[in-house]
Nanobody
Framework: QVQLVESGGGLVQAGGSLRLSCTASGRFVSGSLMGWYRQAPGKQRELVAA???????NYGDYVKGRFAISRDNDKNTVYLQMNSLKPEGTAKYYC?????????WGQGTQVTVSS
């Protein structure tokens, strides 16, 4: 089992910034891809960003240079810096680690962007 613990969510005004963190423990393989997804009420969960061990990144189309994902391999931690947040960014943000036969998810951290 892999445990994922997220932190850093909260309430922010439109245009503001937040930084999310997610630390993996348990049977986490340090070479694993790590990522962030989000799910707004009534909508499907969607990719926000993902990053490989060597720093190759992938972002959802709506990010448009406002978000930056990074990771600290020594700490098994992935970060998501979110800038210029918009009200439509209100959602629960989940840390994600895909494994060979399953996918691990964190409990999620709520991000609310007020207009």
């Amino acid at each position: 089992q892999v445990q994922l613990v997220e932190s850093g969510g909260g309430l922010v005004q439109a245009g503001g910034s937040l930084r999310l963190s997610c630390t993996a423990s348990g049977r986490f393989v340090s070479g694993s891809l790590m990522g962030w997804y989000r799910q707004a009420p009534g909508k499907q969960r969607e990719l926000v960003a993902a990053i490989t061990t060597i720093g190759t990144t992938n972002y959802g189309d709506y990010v448009k240079g406002r978000f930056a994902i990074s990771r600290d391999n020594d700490k098994n931690t992935v970060y998501l810096q979110m800038n210029s947040l918009k009200p439509e960014g209100t959602a629960k943000y989940y840390c994600n680690v895909p494994a060979r036969t399953t996918t691990y998810w964190g409990q999620g951290t709520q991000v609310t962007v007020s207009s």
